[in-house]
């Protein structure tokens, strides 16, 4: 007996259900005596506000139906939905980088399954007070950029406003449409132990986290689909669509015609996982500060197809390095221009330019005031208590109260303080006070909050942790609106009080519940929308174009790599000493001129030990340091893959990801045999082609496909030239056991003897390789393949140096000129034949080929700066 | 006095370069001892020219250059009538320097007496100041100090830095031209927390070539009153005033980027012609 079907009563979890079952027996006898392991009995509620458990040790309200499912599930089955969820996070490939991390640029995102559950009256409460504050900003904002009102009418000190770094002069007096600033608004919250909600920080420069929201959600909401389902949770969509319809709102053309784009560092940026996650589900071009310009105070994206003009850029750039005109000049993540274009009101920036400033924490100490004196009303959500020391009342009271306080900078920049999770010694404190006295406007002190408490699970129950709430908001023509739900981060370690992801946090699911079922929203069209229906993508940036290309390009380096290597493993077998040597000559001479094996004919010796040869085949495989190795080709790949990781598919990355991890597998320690390592080989290139089966099977015929298979033709085109020019060159070349090898490498073994049904020789060989138009793997069809993808690429650019398509009808028309046959009459001296003269052309004209797609296509070339006058 | 000037920056590239993107502070001001008649700004090749009022209130022009170029000029034409702004008298004494605190009432003052690009008001520079102005108790007196001991430590040497050097650098070594001048000035006025700016533009009693630069201190009760302390005097109606700041950084006369090598030449030359 298996599974569910005798098991009626637990259908609806089959995956689950088994290993639960054959845990069973252990359960039960532990049971007899204490009820079953609770998942509680681990959970000892601290003096904090604790989220799942009231004082009388009975869970909340919100919590009870969440609980009441948990305990169903035991901790066995608990188990297996975290694995779940682990697995689900892998597999989406959701990351958060890790600034100075040398393992790896992206670290695996930390989720925990237990969601963060609030109560439906609460949220209404926090929503109220969100909006109301996320309005108060940007009603500083405004004025802060426009009349500055309440700097003249000392509401807020000079110092607050043109101290800060934020605060961008060249940005002042622009005119920005419905004097909007803060499009979008995050802010961290956190519960004191007496139950009430504080506003911990205001993130309104570039807020980020409501993409890892989202990914959180639909990683949970599967592994916890019953009680996600029971829960009438509220859902996410209905906010991404409201940022959506505001966002195309502020096109300057219309909403009709808008294109936004979401403007991104880059992929050494910490978020950018969530940056590329977010384009892809709002339908946005993700693009980098080269791939706009701007022309006539427009900005306009760059394509294959020519310049698109864009009307709305979400950004995820720091607001100084947007410009690196008028604002940084060492900014290369920006578009020069761009801020006069802002000014032009030709573009809408989302967050505008400048709205850092109110992030900094001294603007919390002014809030309630200001609340007063610009909405007329007080201020609903308080931030923690905090202390500007640019004023002298304030700056008194923190000098007394150091050891009471947090002391932080309050506008964006470094300064050395005392790590606040420790207590302050004598000398410390002594260098922070004068400190605050030389230079005032720099702090701000903080009062320290107990942050509360929620369940989170670990190995065998849950234990309480502390957590923090990031909630998130966007302007809408009808106000800001609030998004149901929020990223809670959860302390690394029980006690903690410092939550980043930087430092090694976890996350949760927020469940905003709701007393009624919820409504189903989705991003889709509904039926009753007119849906303008597209065939053609014509919008793909240079830089996009350029790097599919190379990673077609390094897909197929891969392959010829794997296959070169495999043969030579296969055949260079130590029973066999010297014997294999000459046979595999041309593969180990293609291995050469490729770098897998550097200067392997300038050692001899190396040939001749059996071993030794071995050993430097395995290190062309597995060595992270050769350059050229399979390993570092496949880091290469995945480096690319993450470039373009917007435009490709989930499984097309996860079978990279998969590739490089199965190459970076071995350790020291392991001795690898040849045949594991033909294990590997074979797996790569399984792996390989899935890649390359995926991106023929589902990326549609346009432009990023035509690149990354244009990159993997020449390469193979390359590869096979190489290795049949090296064929030439083999004292016994005509040997069919070294024939074979060639064919083996170029996967034609079959082909060849299906057609010719006896041993092979030189013009069959070559005829099949190099001339047949018929065969996949033949040098002429990767040729005429490049042909029919030149005539569907837009225009080549005149000025670029030779034209790309001239170097491949000359080409082609080389290659039907000559005839195999000639090598069975050249007695030995191939090299000089017509065949040999048309690989070598062939070789040589590659490489143009490739410079000339290049020129045309990928034009990318450094920023300089201006230089200054001179002055007497 | 009337003058007819002349300014013009060349660029030549050692291969063409396009995406060129350029913010040039060449207008004069207008103002009541400073009347522009005339001003024309030519770009070659030919661009469109916009312009706007910066946070200074300087007249910036801007202009972007797509196509490849391998040379680049800015001409600036213009015509300007100049008249003596009132004389504060050597020995008058406008403003306690004790009272100094009360110029922060202007808010926008608060910039002119920050750290900026190239001007830190560290130890040293206070020191220097402090040791400038010993037994001055009147604002407009402490300038006059501070002016006349630059002038007096800092030994004028042409192309000794360059237009990216540092106020410290300069102290260290004690030399440079008009821009090192102020910069210092600045420095000192600032440490004192007397509002201090940049000034770039035009002195006409040169046989100049190029730009000059001094500085301006705010006095309460009578506003900014330049102070050239590469000449040590005040300045007069020999002086035409292009663009204002917190220091160089804030006025180079042309600014932008580009695409393409950085191999450059630079030719500036100001020619200045008075006219009856």
Same mark, same amino acid.
């Given at each position: 007996?298996?599974?569910?079907?005798? $098991?009626?009563?637990?259908?609806? &979890?089959?995956?689950?259900?088994?290993?639960?079952?054959?845990?069973?027996?252990?359960?039960?006898?532990?049971?007899?005596?204490?009820?079953?392991?609770?998942? *509680?009995?681990?959970?000892?509620?601290?003096?904090?506000?604790?989220?799942?458990?009231?004082?009388?040790?009975?869970?909340?309200?919100?919590? @009870?139906?969440?609980?009441?499912?948990?305990?169903?599930?035991?901790?066995?089955?608990?188990?297996?939905? %975290?694995?779940?969820?682990?697995?689900?996070?892998?597999?989406?490939?959701?990351?958060?980088?890790?600034?100075?991390?040398?393992?790896?640029?992206?670290?695996?995102?930390?989720?925990?399954?237990? !969601?963060?559950?609030?109560?439906?009256?609460?949220?209404?409460?926090?929503?109220?007070?969100?909006?109301?504050?996320?309005?108060?900003?940007?009603?500083?904002?405004?004025?802060?950029?426009?009349?500055?009102?309440?700097?003249?009418?000392?509401?807020?000190?000079?110092?607050?406003?043109?101290?800060?770094?934020?605060?961008?002069?060249?940005?002042?007096?622009?005119?920005?449409?419905?004097?909007?600033?803060?499009?979008?608004?995050? @802010?961290?919250? @956190?519960?004191?132990?007496?139950?009430?909600?504080?506003?911990?920080?205001?993130?309104?420069?570039?807020?980020?986290?409501?993409?890892?929201?989202?990914?959180?959600?639909?990683?949970?909401?599967?592994?916890?689909?019953?009680?996600?389902?029971?829960?009438?949770?509220?859902?996410?969509?209905?906010?991404? &669509?409201?940022?959506?319809?505001?966002?195309?709102?502020?096109?300057?053309?219309?909403?009709?015609?808008?294109?936004?784009?979401? *403007?991104? !560092?880059?992929?050494?940026?910490? +978020?950018?996982?969530?940056?590329?996650?977010?384009?892809?589900?709002?339908?946005?071009?993700?693009?980098?500060?080269?791939?706009?310009?701007?022309?006539? $105070?427009?900005?306009?994206?760059?394509?294959?197809?020519?310049?698109?003009?864009?009307?709305?850029?979400?950004?995820?750039?720091?607001?100084?390095?947007?410009?690196?005109?008028?604002?940084?000049?060492?900014?290369?993540?920006?578009?020069?221009?761009?801020?006069?274009?802002?000014?032009?009101?030709?573009?809408?920036?989302?967050? @505008?330019?400048?709205?850092?400033?109110?992030?900094?924490?001294? =603007?919390?100490?002014?809030?309630?005031?200001?609340?007063?004196?610009?909405?007329?009303?007080?201020?609903?959500?308080?931030?923690?208590?905090?202390?500007?020391?640019?004023?002298?009342?304030?700056?008194?009271?923190?000098?007394?109260?150091?050891?009471?306080?947090?002391?932080?900078?309050?506008?964006?920049?470094?300064?050395?303080?005392?790590? !606040?999770?420790?207590?302050?010694?004598?000398?410390?404190?002594? +260098?922070?006070?004068?400190?605050?006295?030389?230079?005032?406007?720099? =702090?701000?002190?903080?009062?320290?909050?107990?942050?509360? +408490?929620?369940?989170?699970?670990?190995?065998?129950?849950?234990?309480?942790?502390?957590?923090?709430?990031?909630?998130?908001?966007?302007?809408?023509?009808?106000?800001?609106?609030?998004?149901?739900?929020?990223?809670?981060?959860?302390?690394?370690?029980?006690?903690?009080?410092?939550?980043?992801?930087?430092?090694?946090?976890?996350?949760?699911?927020?469940?905003?519940?709701?007393?009624?079922?919820?409504?189903?929203?989705?991003?889709?069209?509904?039926?009753?929308?007119?849906?303008?229906?597209?065939?053609?993508?014509?919008?793909? !940036?240079? %830089?996009?174009?350029?790097?599919?290309?190379?990673?077609?390009?390094?897909?197929?380096?891969?392959?010829?790599?794997?296959?070169?290597?495999?043969?030579?493993?296969?055949?260079?077998?130590?029973?066999?000493?010297?014997?294999?040597?000459? *046979?595999?000559?041309?593969?180990?001479?293609?291995?050469?001129?490729?770098?897998?094996?550097?200067?392997?004919?300038?050692?001899?010796?190396?040939?001749?030990?059996?071993?030794?040869?071995?050993?430097?085949?395995?290190?062309?495989?597995?060595?992270?340091?050769?350059?050229?190795?399979?390993?570092?080709?496949?880091?290469?790949?995945?480096?690319?893959?993450?470039?373009?990781?917007? &435009?490709?598919?989930?499984?097309?990355?996860?079978?990279?990801?998969?590739?490089?991890?199965?190459?970076?597998?071995?350790?020291?320690?392991?001795?690898?045999?040849?045949?594991?390592?033909?294990?590997?080989?074979?797996?790569?290139?399984?792996?390989?082609?899935? =890649?390359?089966?995926?991106?023929?099977?589902?990326?549609?015929?346009?432009?990023?496909?035509?690149?990354?298979?244009?990159?993997?033709?020449?390469?193979?085109?390359?590869?096979?030239?190489?290795?049949?020019?090296?064929?030439?060159?083999?004292?016994?070349?005509?040997?069919?056991?070294?024939?074979?090898?060639?064919?083996?490498?170029?996967?034609?073994?079959?082909?060849?003897?299906?057609?010719?049904?006896?041993?092979?020789?030189?013009?069959?060989?070559?005829? *099949?390789?190099?001339?047949?138009?018929? $065969?996949?793997?033949?040098?002429?069809?990767?040729?005429?393949?490049?042909?029919?993808?030149?005539?569907?690429?837009?225009?080549?650019?005149?000025?670029?140096?030779?034209?790309?398509?001239?170097?491949?009808?000359?080409?082609?028309?080389?290659?039907?000129?000559?005839?195999?046959?000639?090598?069975?009459?050249?007695?030995?001296?191939?090299?000089?034949?017509?065949?040999?003269?048309?690989?070598?052309?062939?070789?040589?004209?590659?490489?143009?080929?490739?410079?000339?797609?290049?020129?045309?296509?990928?034009?990318?070339?450094?920023?300089?700066? +201006?230089?200054?006058?001179?002055?007497? | 006095?009337?003058?007819?000037?002349?300014?013009?920056?060349?660029?030549?590239?050692?291969?063409?370069?396009?995406? /060129?993107?350029?913010?040039?502070?060449?207008?004069?001001?207008?103002?009541?001892?400073?009347?522009?008649?005339?001003?024309?700004?030519?770009?070659?090749?030919?661009?469109?020219?916009?312009?706007?009022?910066?946070?200074?209130?300087?007249?910036?022009?801007?202009?972007?250059?797509?196509?490849?170029?391998?040379?680049?000029?800015?001409?600036?034409?213009?015509?300007?009538?100049?008249?003596?702004?009132?004389?504060? #008298?050597? #020995?008058?004494?406008?403003?306690?320097?004790?009272?100094?605190?009360? #110029?922060?009432?202007?808010?926008?003052?608060?910039?002119?007496?920050?750290? /900026?690009?190239?001007?830190?008001?560290?130890?040293?520079?206070?020191?220097?100041?402090?040791?400038?102005?010993?037994?001055?108790?009147?604002?407009?007196?402490?300038?006059?100090?501070?002016?006349?001991?630059?002038?007096?430590?800092?030994?004028?040497? /042409?192309?000794?830095?360059?237009?990216?050097?540092?106020?410290?650098?300069?102290?260290?070594?004690?030399?440079?031209?008009?821009?090192?001048?102020?910069?210092?000035?600045?420095?000192?006025?600032?440490?004192?927390?007397?509002?201090?700016?940049?000034?770039?533009?035009?002195?006409?009693?040169?046989?100049?070539?190029?730009?000059?630069?001094?500085?301006?201190?705010?006095?309460?009760?009578?506003?900014?009153?330049?102070?050239?302390?590469?000449?040590?005097?005040?300045?007069?109606?020999?002086?035409?005033?292009?663009?204002?700041?917190?220091?160089?950084?804030?006025?180079?006369?042309?600014?932008?980027?580009?695409?393409?090598?950085?191999?450059?030449?630079?030719?500036?030359?100001?020619?200045?012609?008075?006219?009856?």
């Amino acid at each position: 007996m298996s599974d569910a079907a005798d $098991n009626p009563g637990r259908r609806n &979890r089959p995956p689950m259900t088994q290993s639960q079952f054959q845990s069973a027996p252990e359960d039960t006898s532990f049971a007899k005596k204490a009820k079953p392991e609770s998942l *509680l009995s681990g959970y000892e509620r601290g003096a904090a506000f604790d989220e799942f458990l009231a004082a009388d040790q009975q869970p909340r309200p919100q919590y @009870a139906r969440l609980f009441g499912a948990l305990e169903e599930f035991g901790p066995a089955e608990m188990r297996h939905r %975290r694995d779940a969820c682990e697995r689900l996070v892998n597999e989406q490939g959701i990351t958060y980088n890790v600034y100075g991390d040398a393992r790896s640029l992206e670290r695996p995102w930390q989720l925990d399954p237990v !969601p963060f559950v609030i109560a439906p009256d609460e949220w209404r409460a926090l929503e109220t007070g969100l909006i109301q504050r996320a309005t108060l900003l940007n009603q500083i904002l405004a004025d802060c950029y426009g009349p500055q009102e309440l700097i003249r009418t000392h509401w807020l000190s000079p110092a607050m406003v043109f101290g800060q770094p934020d605060f961008l002069r060249p940005c002042h007096g622009i005119r920005i449409p419905g004097n909007t600033y803060l499009h979008f608004y995050a @802010a961290d919250l @956190a519960r004191s132990p007496d139950g009430r909600w504080w506003v911990v920080s205001d993130r309104t420069q570039i807020p980020t986290g409501a993409g890892y929201a989202l990914a959180n959600r639909l990683v949970v909401s599967r592994i916890l689909s019953e009680p996600f389902r029971d829960n009438h949770v509220h859902r996410l969509a209905g906010f991404f &669509r409201d940022t959506q319809a505001a966002l195309m709102k502020l096109s300057p053309r219309g909403a009709d015609n808008a294109r936004v784009v979401m *403007l991104t !560092p880059g992929p050494l940026n910490e +978020t950018y996982f969530e940056q590329t996650y977010l384009a892809r589900y709002l339908g946005y071009t993700l693009v980098e500060g080269q791939d706009l310009t701007v022309r006539d $105070n427009c900005v306009w994206l760059k394509t294959l197809a020519g310049l698109e003009r864009v009307d709305v850029i979400l950004r995820r750039v720091d607001d100084d390095f947007c410009d690196p005109l008028e604002l940084r000049n060492d900014s290369i993540l920006g578009v020069p221009g761009l801020v006069e274009a802002v000014r032009a009101g030709n573009v809408v920036l989302a967050n @505008a330019l400048g709205s850092g400033l109110v992030q900094s924490p001294a =603007f919390m100490s002014f809030l309630p005031g200001l609340c007063k004196h610009l909405l007329g009303e007080a201020l609903t959500l308080p931030s923690v208590a905090t202390w500007w020391c640019g004023q002298k009342a304030a700056r008194e009271y923190v000098l007394e109260h150091l050891d009471k306080l947090v002391v932080k900078p309050a506008f964006r920049m470094r300064l050395r303080l005392p790590n !606040p999770a420790k207590a302050m010694s004598d000398a410390e404190r002594v +260098t922070l006070r004068r400190q605050i006295e030389f230079d005032p406007d720099l =702090f701000v002190a903080q009062e320290r909050v107990k942050f509360s +408490t929620a369940p989170m699970w670990e190995k065998t129950g849950l234990v309480p942790r502390t957590v923090e709430l990031r909630v998130f908001l966007v302007a809408t023509e009808n106000g800001y609106r609030v998004m149901p739900g929020g990223l809670t981060r959860v302390s690394p370690d029980a006690g903690g009080q410092l939550i980043t992801m930087q430092r090694g946090g976890s996350s949760k699911d927020t469940w905003v519940i709701s007393e009624t079922p919820v409504e189903e929203v989705t991003l889709l069209h509904t039926a009753a929308q007119k849906v303008e229906l597209r065939r053609t993508g014509n919008n793909l !940036p240079s %830089r996009l174009a350029d790097n599919f290309y190379w990673l077609g390009r390094y897909s197929e380096r891969a392959d010829a790599t794997a296959r070169l290597l495999r043969s030579a493993l296969l055949r260079s077998n130590p029973e066999r000493a010297g014997s294999a040597e000459s *046979l595999i000559a041309p593969l180990v001479r293609t291995l050469e001129l490729q770098g897998q094996l550097p200067e392997i004919s300038q050692k001899p010796e190396l040939c001749q030990n059996a071993e030794a040869f071995e050993a430097e085949l395995l290190a062309a495989i597995f060595d992270p340091s050769r350059p050229g190795s399979l390993r570092q080709t496949a880091h290469q790949l995945q480096r690319l893959a993450t470039l373009v990781r917007d &435009r490709t598919s989930n499984d097309m990355w996860r079978a990279l990801s998969r590739l490089n991890d199965r190459l970076s597998t071995p350790t020291s320690s392991i001795v690898m045999l040849s045949g594991d390592a033909t294990g590997v080989l074979n797996e790569t290139l399984l792996g390989l082609a899935a =890649f390359q089966g995926l991106a023929r099977e589902n990326m549609t015929r346009a432009q990023a496909w035509r690149f990354l298979d244009m990159g993997l033709r020449i390469e193979r085109a390359v590869y096979i030239c190489t290795l049949l020019e090296a064929t030439l060159c083999a004292p016994e070349a005509e040997n069919p056991s070294l024939l074979e090898a060639v064919l083996d490498v170029v996967d034609s073994s079959i082909t060849f003897r299906s057609r010719y049904n006896l041993v092979a020789t030189l013009p069959a060989v070559f005829d *099949l390789v190099l001339l047949d138009d018929k $065969n996949p793997r033949s040098v002429l069809f990767q040729v005429n393949q490049l042909a029919k993808h030149f005539e569907k690429l837009p225009k080549e650019r005149e000025e670029a140096p030779g034209s790309g398509k001239n170097i491949l009808a000359k080409c082609v028309k080389r290659l039907n000129q000559v005839d195999a046959r000639e090598l069975a009459g050249t007695g030995g001296d191939w090299l000089a034949s017509d065949v040999g003269a048309v690989i070598r052309e062939t070789l040589q004209t590659l490489p143009k080929l490739s410079e000339a797609i290049a020129a045309s296509y990928f034009a990318h070339a450094e920023i300089s700066r +201006t230089g200054r006058g001179s002055e007497a | 006095m009337r003058f007819e000037i002349t300014h013009r920056t060349s660029y030549t590239y050692a291969s063409p370069v396009r995406d /060129s993107f350029n913010e040039v502070r060449l207008q004069p001001f207008n103002n009541h001892v400073q009347v522009v008649e005339s001003f024309l700004l030519k770009i070659l090749p030919a661009a469109r020219l916009r312009h706007r009022h910066d946070f200074y209130s300087n007249v910036v022009h801007h202009f972007e250059i797509i196509e490849p170029h391998s040379t680049l000029t800015v001409e600036s034409q213009l015509r300007v009538i100049t008249s003596n702004p009132p004389v504060i #008298a050597p #020995a008058a004494e406008p403003w306690p320097l004790a009272r100094i605190g009360e #110029a922060l009432r202007e808010p926008r003052v608060f910039d002119f007496l920050q750290d /900026s690009h190239f001007v830190e008001m560290s130890p040293e520079v206070w020191r220097f100041a402090l040791d400038a102005t010993a037994g001055q108790t009147d604002t407009w007196q402490a300038a006059l100090a501070v002016m006349r001991m630059v002038h007096a430590e800092l030994k004028y040497e /042409s192309n000794s830095t360059s237009v990216h050097t540092h106020a410290r650098d300069v102290l260290r070594d004690k030399r440079g031209v008009c821009q090192d001048f102020a910069h210092v000035m600045i420095g000192m006025c600032r440490a004192l927390k007397i509002p201090a700016l940049y000034v770039s533009g035009y002195l006409a009693t040169e046989s100049a070539s190029a730009t000059h630069a001094w500085m301006e201190v705010l006095i309460p009760g009578l506003g900014w009153r330049g102070l050239d302390p590469t000449h040590n005097r005040p300045v007069d109606e020999t002086y035409i005033k292009l663009a204002v700041g917190r220091d160089y950084s804030d006025v180079a006369p042309v600014a932008g980027n580009y695409k393409g090598t950085t191999d450059r030449k630079l030719e500036v030359s100001v020619k200045i012609t008075p006219l009856s």
